[in-house]
């Protein structure tokens, strides 16, 4: 490649990211109904386990449902190097790609594990 490589590209929060986080919740919900009546019925300590963990399943995954995902830049550049910015961040952020798929692409960073949904980008750069 030649030149100065690919400009800033904006990324937007994911949609996507939280209807999957929702969804989990959700399933670890049904479980823990499950089993709220399955205790109900006979108490035994493996079932308050099951319990206790499908409720952190369902506070784990809504609560990271809820949470913003910071809005950024995603770049490449010429030597074929992934860099992030935050809005508003002048420096931006070395990212080494660690995972790929048709909807999610997985990069590691200074700032910990960086994850850009399909529908962050827009059609017209998201290619696989």
Do not use: K, Y
């Not at 002048?90 to 850009?116: K, N």
């Amino acid at each position: 490649m030649t030149g100065d490589g690919f400009g800033w590209v904006a990324c937007s929060p994911s949609l996507e990211r939280r209807r999957w986080l929702r969804l989990a919740a959700a399933g670890c919900a049904a479980v823990a109904v499950v089993l709220t009546i399955a205790v109900v019925a006979d108490l035994t300590s493996l079932r308050l386990i099951g319990l206790a963990l499908a409720s952190g399943g369902v506070f784990v995954a809504l609560r990271c449902a809820r949470a913003a995902e910071p809005a950024g830049e995603l770049r490449l550049d010429a030597a074929g190097v992934f860099w992030w910015r935050q809005a508003g961040q002048s420096h931006p952020e070395r990212l080494a790609p660690v995972g790929l798929s048709r909807w999610l692409v997985m990069f590691d960073g200074t700032g910990g594990r960086r994850c850009i949904w399909r529908d962050s980008l827009s059609a017209a750069h998201w290619r696989l």
